[in-house]
């Protein structure tokens, strides 16, 4: 089952999907924002087109775990797709994704060009990846 991953941020969306198995995530690409409709009808467009079964959505909480104005966003967002793709939207923790993506393209000893594109893609695989190591059976 392909399970598409989101990183949802204020000017850009990233995207990410997983193998046919479900257990490997890679960035697919990053979305720029419009307007929380044209974006949600953009990404039902690309979930569709990769045979997507299943959404996870990166929710940002506080830093004690809460939901925010941010959070808030994201879900009234996820509402819109889930409208728009008739699939059920599940939400994941993306505390510290984009520093870890940061961090993972130091330690690879990134140019410094590719450490400063968007990271938004990447930081979607990292959250969808974490989902599916969570959810792999034994």
Known sequence: MRILGID????RIGLALSDEAGTIA???QIVRHTARA???QTVA??????GAERI???LPTDSEGQIGPQ???VQRWAEALAEATGIAI???DESFTSEGVAA???????????RSEPLDAEAAALILQNYLDAHRTP
């Open 90 to 92: 599940e939400f994941w």
């Open 8 to 11: 949802h941020g204020d000017a």
């Open 71 to 73: 959070a808030r966003k």
């Open 104 to 114: 993972l393209r130091r330690a690879r000893h990134a140019r410094a060009k590719r």
């Open 45 to 50: 467009r690309l979930a569709a087109e990769h």
């Open 38 to 40: 044209a974006d949600a």
């Open 56 to 58: 996870v959505v990166g």
């Open 26 to 28: 890679a960035p697919l």
